[in-house]
């Protein structure tokens, strides 16, 4: 399986060529949509982007773990966790494999 990662320099970059703004603004676009997510997140709320999945945080309590090296008991503390749900459509991209862009 590839390890490859995109980043938000090639994501800006598609942005670019795909809308046909200038760099800059590609690249402002992008950090203003991440900046929008981000920011719904922190304030708890759902993030839902249509034919691609849901964000949501997700409260865990407290619970007692245990160092596998030592055995020994460590409280692990209340937090927040971010979780991912992928759409149908995402899942079954993933599953059947790349799909073509209609339209051009």
């Not at 590609?26 to 920011?39: F, P, T, Y």
């Not at 992928?86 to 051009?104: C, E, H, R, T, Y």
Request: glycine share 8%; hydrophobic share 35%.
């Amino acid at each position: 399986m590839s390890e490859k990662t995109i980043t938000r320099a090639q994501l800006s970059e598609a942005v670019y060529q795909e809308v046909g703004l200038s760099r800059n603004e590609s690249a402002d676009l992008l950090e203003a949509v991440l900046d929008e997510i981000s920011n719904a997140l922190a304030e708890g709320e759902a993030v839902k982007i249509s034919s691609f999945g849901s964000f949501a945080v997700r409260s865990k309590g407290q619970r007692i773990g245990r160092n596998p090296k030592t055995g020994e008991e460590v409280p692990i503390l209340p937090r927040r966790v971010l979780v991912f749900r992928p759409s149908q459509l995402l899942k079954k991209q993933i599953n059947d494999g790349p799909v073509a862009k209609g339209g051009n």
